[in-house]
């Protein structure tokens, strides 16, 4: 397997815009994660899913963002309108569950710089 | 709340000496423990990991952790480093007994090996 895929590795974008972060999980996990990572507040969890559904998202910062998972092979995290305290890292991770005994897989990062 | 706490940001060794990481984490019960380690541009990679049973592991690259529950630490060890083990190395648990599966990190130890 390849690991967990990020797109786009690098992402500039105006203040204002929309931004699609994309993440291709590990084939056969069942829960799916994002992360953010600043310098300020280092890795936050936004969001996790299990089985394509949304089980916690109380670390979405506010309702710019938004995070689905339409299958089990595919998920985004949206900003909208993005903003410059948004630049960050974002990861993406998955793994299956707990009871397996395994741990999470980290994709690269999509580094995001909004000006 | 549960946390963790990784009470240095930065340590600098010799090539050569040993190594010791500290984690502490907040949390009633015993959690599943993690070690990640991230190099400068990339994701996290596992090194070890703890779920139960001998409470010395060993992970990868020469790394091993012992896990003291009269302590609540995840100490990381290295008993000589290597200038490849330059980079930040971050403590992680995800608590037993929440009903959430949720990786909580701590903010990381920024490793910096001298010639």
């Known amino acids: 397997d390849a690991g967990v895929i990020q797109s786009p590795r690098h992402e500039v974008t105006e203040m204002g815009q929309e931004v699609t972060l994309r993440c291709k999980p590990i084939?056969?996990?069942?829960?799916l994660f994002w992360y953010r990572q600043t310098m300020m507040r280092g890795l936050e969890l936004l969001i996790y899913?299990?089985?394509?559904?949304?089980?916690?998202d109380s670390g979405m910062p506010e309702d710019r963002f938004s995070a689905k998972m339409p299958n089990a092979s595919f998920s985004t995290l949206k900003i909208q309108p993005s903003e410059p305290r948004d630049s960050a890292v974002y990861f993406c991770?998955?793994?299956?569950?707990?009871?397996?005994?395994?741990?999470?897989?980290f994709g690269q990062g999509t580094r995001l710089t909004v000006v | 709340a549960q946390s963790v706490t990784q009470p240095d940001i930065h340590i600098t060794v010799s090539e050569g000496a040993s190594l010791e990481l500290r984690c502490n984490y907040s949390?009633?019960?015993?959690?599943?423990l993690f070690w990640y380690v991230q190099s400068p541009g990339q994701g996290l990679q596992l090194l070890l990991k703890y779920f139960s049973g001998d409470t010395l592991v060993q992970g990868i690259k020469g790394f091993e952790a012992e896990f003291k529950r009269s302590q609540s630490s995840f100490n990381l060890r290295k008993p000589s480093v290597h200038w490849s083990d330059a980079a930040e190395y971050f403590c992680a648990v995800v608590p037993t007994t929440s009903g959430t599966y949720k990786y909580i990190f701590g903010t990381g130890t920024r490793l910096k090996v001298l010639a």
């Open positions: 084939s056969g996990h069942d829960y």
């Open positions: 899913f299990n089985n394509n559904v949304p089980i916690d």
């Open positions: 949390y009633g019960a015993t959690p599943y």
């Open positions: 991770a998955s793994s299956f569950g707990l009871q397996s005994y395994t741990e999470a897989f």
